[in-house]
């Protein structure tokens, strides 16, 4: 069965601290990968994805996540967050190669700020 | 490029009225997908279509809703009779091969 796990419901962390979302993924075709941001009332906006090749890829606002085939994992990461990163941060997963595959998203992992 | 548009924002109807949000997809998209978003439930994948035809509809909660989409620039999502357990944000997302989906801004349905 297709599914995307993020474990984490919430997250809160310092302002100028580290930070690591996780996401692990079931899928039965070679998966692309994405993560999205959803700030209150607003889309969703993507922050990176991953076809293939390097399996560390940048996105904006200084977002990167890193593809571990073995682990089934696309974990997002940034190395000091600011206050306006506070959002909602969806991980999703597709079919590669497919010309109508179907894209599921993960529940959420909603990040609080401390200042 | 305008986005994938949605109307309406929001949507205020009573228990039993038909409710209709359409969506616009990006120019030259071939993927056509419908989203629902709940506290509860998160972001639940309702029907994507390919090409203007369903591919997958098994996320559609129940004969209530359907969904149309009649050419490759308009689709529609519609629920008949809606019933408060159906109020939501409704998001439209549109792409094409292997590319990154595109989302509108949703329609905020509130059903009373």
């Known amino acids: 069965a297709q599914s995307v796990t993020q474990p984490d419901i919430h997250i809160t962390v310092s302002e100028g601290a580290s930070l690591e979302l996780r996401c692990n993924y079931s899928?039965?075709?070679?998966?692309?990968l994405f993560w999205y941001v959803q700030s209150p009332g607003q889309g969703l906006q993507l922050l990176l994805k991953y076809f293939s090749g390097d399996t560390l890829v940048q996105g904006i606002k200084g977002f990167e996540a890193e593809f571990k085939r073995s682990q089934s994992s696309f974990n997002l990461r940034k190395p000091s967050v600011h206050w306006s990163d506070a959002a909602e941060y969806f991980c999703?997963?597709?079919?590669?190669?497919?010309?109508?595959?179907?894209?599921?998203f993960g529940s959420g992992t909603r990040l609080s700020i401390r200042p | 490029d305008a986005g994938v548009i949605q109307s309406p924002r929001h949507e205020v109807t009573e228990m039993g009225q038909e409710v209709t949000l359409r969506c616009k997809p990006i120019s030259g998209h071939n993927s056509l997908f419908w989203y629902r978003q709940t506290m509860m439930r998160g972001l639940e994948l309702l029907i994507y279509?390919?090409?203007?035809?369903?591919?997958?509809d098994s996320g559609m909660p129940e004969d209530r809703f359907s969904a149309k989409m009649p050419n490759a620039s308009f689709s529609t999502l519609k629920i008949q009779p809606s019933e408060p357990r159906d109020s939501a944000v409704y998001f439209c997302?549109?792409?094409?091969?292997?590319?990154?989906?595109?989302f509108g801004n949703g329609t905020r349905l509130t059903v009373t």
């Open positions: 279509f390919n090409n203007n035809v369903p591919i997958d």
């Open positions: 997302a549109s792409t094409s091969d292997n590319s990154p989906l595109h």
């Open positions: 899928y039965g075709a070679t998966p692309y």
């Open positions: 999703a997963v597709g079919a590669l190669y497919s010309s109508a595959s179907k894209i599921i």
